[in-house]
Structures are given as C-alpha cells and as structure tokens.
C-alpha cells in the first residue's frame, strides 16, 4: 500500500494472554485484526 513505510497487515487472534487487556481492546479468540499504518508524517522523508 503506498511507499516507502506505509503497510497494511492483518492478523488472527489464536491465543489471550491477558484477558482484562484483550476486553479493553474488544479483542476475543477466532477474532481477525487489520492493522494499517500510513507513514510517519513526513517525519521518514
């Protein structure tokens, strides 16, 4: 996606390890996660 730091990922929730976190974030076992990053501002440039 784009150049140079920009990246799209996406995960898959196998294992909690901390359950309290995990429900602060709506996250759950079997659940998919898409994380995107869109670069850093100018900051990389």
Known sequence: MGAG???VEVG???????EE???K????????TV???TGSRGLAH
């Open 12 to 18: 898959y929730v196998e294992t909690i390890f901390d």
């Open 5 to 7: 730091n920009h990246f």
């Open 35 to 37: 994380l995107i990053h």
């Open 25 to 32: 974030m709506n996250l759950a076992r079997d659940k998919v």
């Open 21 to 23: 976190a995990a429900q």
